[in-house]
Nanobody, 115 residues
């Protein structure tokens, strides 16, 4: 069972930046696709960005050019650098690990952007 420690959420003004971190336990991190999802109140959970084992990245259109996902396999950690945050980015952000039939989630971290 994979366990996650997420950090970096908080309250920021519009135009500000935050960096989310997700440290995962287990030996499969380096062979898994890692991703960040978010869920705003009353909305479905949506993909923000993911990064595969070849470090190919994929972003939601709404965050392209503002967010950057990266991974450090030595630290079993995935990051999400979020710049130029907007009120519509307000949500709970979840770390995700996918490998074959495994699909694991972090506990979530709140990001709130004030206008």
């Amino acid at each position: 069972q994979v366990q996650f420690v997420e950090s970096g959420g908080g309250l920021v003004q519009s135009g500000g930046s935050l960096r989310l971190s997700c440290a995962a336990s287990g030996i499969i991190f380096h062979i898994a696709t890692m991703g960040w999802y978010r869920q705003a109140p009353g909305k479905q959970r949506e993909l923000v960005a993911d990064i595969n084992i070849g470090r190919t990245t994929n972003y939601a259109d709404s965050v392209k050019g503002r967010f950057t996902i990266s991974r450090d396999n030595d630290k079993n950690t995935v990051y999400l650098q979020m710049n130029n945050l907007q009120p519509e980015d307000t949500a709970v952000y979840y770390c995700n690990l996918r490998r074959a039939l495994m699909n694991s989630w972090g506990q979530g971290t709140q990001v709130t952007v004030s206008s």
